[in-house]
Every structure is written in structure tokens, then in C-alpha cells.
């Protein structure tokens, strides 16, 4: 519908892109107000008049049109009110279809999306939910607009952390305790060598020598760290499969160890690369940023060479139109001195290619999470007593739910990733179990709540087949119209979240339409005896089920059909 009302705009009005129009097109925060509005106001420039004439100008330039009721000026907007019957028939087409949402703007097109990138030898914490849940949403999202998405798991396997640990190993540790306590003993020892550092700053040039050897080939060196890594993916999976996450790569930064000469090379022949301090590095002062470090004094790499060779690696090998990297908001100037580098290489698509999505912190109670100190809440403990407090209240408000643990997973796991996804991605994130598992309010669980009341209504509606038509003049409530208002928002919400980077556009859009379908079923009795009736609000039910349910889906998020 809204397509239709961009069209006849287009037809009556010069200097406007179509696209622009469908984009400016709003919905009136009032139902007195019309259905849709258009606000006038940047065509003024263009035509150079009032924008209240202009919207004057286009009611009469598009006259009478059969499917609408009405266009109001009001000061700078046009509000078109369309035929309740055309406008529900519309509606409900458009929505009851397998592709509803779907797009093909991304055709023929790769998206690389870098996210979750777990440090090997520390355990996934609950900061690293963000990367993660951020980067799996997105590719939901791209994918749905047609993209083909490329997931990239970017493991920090390679750096002289793994220097410090195996420092830490050899003195503190042992192979029984590693082995009986895996991941949690690495982290200790991990914490055990910063300490020790602090009081003996030597064994920070002990563990660059030990680096430098894995930079070398040792073999010794290499051995231990290749054990860590093992250690490290079988938590990290794990943990994966709880979240029903997967990559098409687990590329880590170990894997471009021996593309980085080549970067090298490729700086020094641009004339980029500058000694300082004696490490070689490319001098960003005219870009106001320090300069990016190519390799450190002793000769090694460092994560800035690693992360060049992995973009001239993937733009070689997947010839990606976008490469999005899911990293925390720290980490904006090196990713700008990295695309920086890129560019000045002569290559003018890292401006628009490129591109650094960042988000914020995630704390407990205001404390900012930290590995190195210790103050770390591991992610799959997060998971694991999200689902048990959820079977808690389960059982207790649903005591006869059949398969109560796997819904409890569902909801469980849905409630955490839920309450980081609903916040925009910028902003901090404070984790509070009331709050996460709340089946009231702007949650996870009552909008899983509202799809599993759609699946019961629908369920007792015997007599309802969505394949069949409906009589579409029976649907007049209010409230009805304006659950489909929300309802043929999705394909424009896909989208607006595609281009903000922002899952949260979603997750709220998720939320409006649970509130507009509760208040619906509030006001309007639905399973009624007039067979033609019911069918026609059981298929708004059923509209709301699929619409709910992929949007939930799009977040990564399962919806339960009982709770």
C-alpha cells in the first residue's frame, strides 16, 4: 500500500527519487490523522515554495483514486486515508505469503560479516554475546534481503597474549590441571602472569620472546599453543550450539601469519611504510590519527598487519560489495587506521566497502567487564541459568506444558539475546535477571508469549485454512486496522535495519506488533460462532504468528507454540 501511495506521489511530483518517497512516507501517530502521511517539507528547495502549498499542489494534482477514501493537507503533510476494505484486502495479501519481507535488493551481491572472534585461552564471556547476537542478526537480516552472506569467525589465536601464556604455563601451570580444568585454568593462568607482571616487568620480555618463536615456526611453541586453541574451540562451540549459531569460517588471526609479507611488501612499495622506534609503521598525521604499526621492533607482526592481509584475503576470495566488522566501540581508531592503510594502497572501494560496526560495553551492576582482572561472567553460565530460571516459572505458571525443557531453552536463551538486542547497539548494556526474564513489558519472553497465544487461537480455530480467502469487509475494528498497519511495516523494517547496521529496529518493531496484536485480542473476540467472521480475524491471528515469528527469527530467536 505504501508503494502504491509513493507512486502516485512520483506521478504528480519532480525532483523526488521513488525510493526517497517510499523511505519519507510515515505512518500518523493517531488513526484521525490517516493512514499514511507524507511530509512535505524537502521538496520546498526543489519546487521552491511553502511546504503546505506544495502539499496542497499534490492533492489536486492526484485527484480522485479508487482505493482511497480521502487526502487531507495538514500544514506540511498530505494524510491519505484509504478504503477500509481495500486496505485490508491489500494488506492481508501481501502479508499471507511465504516471501512476505523478503527482498531481492541483494542479489548477486557478498556481504562479509566479521563478528564474535572469541580470544583463544579465555573464556566466552557475556561481552562477547554482543559481537556475537549483533553479527548473527545481521546475517539474518542480509540474507533476507537477498544478500549472499559470508560468516566469519575472526578468532584471536595469534598475538603475544599467547606469549604470556605460555610464560604463565611453564611456571605456574601444569598439564593435569589444564586438561582437568580446560578453559578455566588457562584464564587463571592468564590473570596469575598479569599479576606476577605487575611485580616483575621482565616477564613481559619474556613472554615477547616466547611470541617471537611462534612467529619463527618453533616447534615447541607452536605445539602448546595449538593445544590452547583446541582447548578454547571445544568451550567455544559449545557455547555456540546453545546460542544455535553457526559459521561458514573459523578463520583466526593464525591464518594470515603467512600473508603478512606480502602486506608488508605492498606498504614499502607504496612508499607508506616509516621506521619509528624500530618498528615500521605508516604515518597517519595528515589524517589526524596516530600511525597504524605494521610490525614491532623485534620483526612480528602485530593485529593491524593481520587484519590487512584478511581483507585483501577476503576481498580475493569472496569479492565482498561490504565487509562488516562487529567489534566494541574501542576499537574504532584501529579499524580507521586499518581502512585508512587500505585506502591510501589505492584502493578507493575501502571507503565505501569497509565498514566498523561498533557497540557498547556490557556490565553487571555498572562494573565494566574485564578479563584480565578477572571480573568476567562467562556466557554459557549466562545461557545455562537463563534456561533454568525460565523452566522455574514455566513449570510454575504452565505445570502441564509438555516438553517444558525444551521450551524453557527457547525462552530462556531467547530472553538474553532479546534484552541486548532491543537496546540500540551504541549504547551500554546493564544485565539484570528481573528485567531479561520478565514475560511483561518490552522482553523476549512476552513476545514469545504473544506468538504462542497466536498458535493457540489459530489451534482452535478448526475451521480456518490460511490457503483459503477471507471476507475482508469483516475486519473494521480499529484495533485491527491498526495491527495491520504494524503488520505491513516488516519488508520496510528489514530493511531500515539493514541500512542503520541495527538489529534493535527490529527487536522494537517485534514489540509493536505484540502490543497492537494484545490489544486486539483485548477488545475483540475473536473465536466467534460466525464461521466467516472468525476465519477473517483468526487470519489476522495467524498473520501476526508468521510475522512475530520471523522477526523473531531475524534476531535469532526461536518462537515457542506454547508457553
Known sequence: MKEKIAQLISNNVEGIEMSDIIASIEIPPRPDMGDFAFPCFRLAKVLRKAPNMIAADIKEAIGDVDFIEKIDVAGAYLNF???????????????????????????????????????????????????????NSLYKIYSKLGYNVVRINHLGDWGTQFGKLIV??????????????????????YVKFHEEADKNPELVDEARAWFNKMENGDEEALSIWQWFKDISLVEYKRTYNLLGMDFDYYLGESFYRDKCQAVVDKVKAAGLLKESEGAMIVDLSDYDMAPCIITKKDGSSIYATR???????????????????????????HFAQVFKVVELLGNEWAKDQLVHIPYGLVSLEGAKLSTRNGNIIYAEDILKDAIAKSLEIITEKSPNLPNKEDVAKKVGVGAVLFNDLYNQRIKDVSFSWDKVLNFDGETGPYVQYTHARCCSVVRLAESFDPSKPVNY??????????????????PSVIKDAADKYEPSVVARYAVDVAQAFNKFYNSTRINVDDVELKNARVMLTYLTKNTISEALNLLGIEAPEAM
Open 81 to 135: 486515508y484509504i478504503k477500509k476494505d481495500v486496505f485490508v484486502k491489500t494488506m492481508i495479501e501481501a502479508a499471507n505469503t511465504d516471501d512476505f519481507g523478503k527482498s531481492d535488493i541483494g542479489e548477486g551481491q557478498t556481504i562479509c560479516i566479521d563478528y564474535s572472534s572469541p580470544n583463544v585461552a579465555k573464556n566466552f564471556h557475556v561481552g562477547h554475546l554482543r559481537t556475537t547476537i549483533i553479527g
Open 473 to 490: 469487509s469483516l475486519i473494521t475494528e480499529q484495533d485491527a486496522i491498526e495491527l495491520l498497519k504494524e503488520i505491513n511495516r516488516f
Open 168 to 189: 604463565a604455563y611453564k611456571a605456574w601451570g601444569s598439564k593435569e590441571a589444564v586438561e582437568k580444568d580446560g578453559i578455566s585454568e588457562l584464564m587463571k593462568l
Open 307 to 333: 587484519d590487512l592481509a584478511a581483507i585483501f584475503y577476503r576481498k580475493d576470495t569472496y569479492h565482498f560489495s561490504k565487509c562488516l566488522y562487529v567489534t566494541g566501540q574501542e576499537q574504532k581508531l
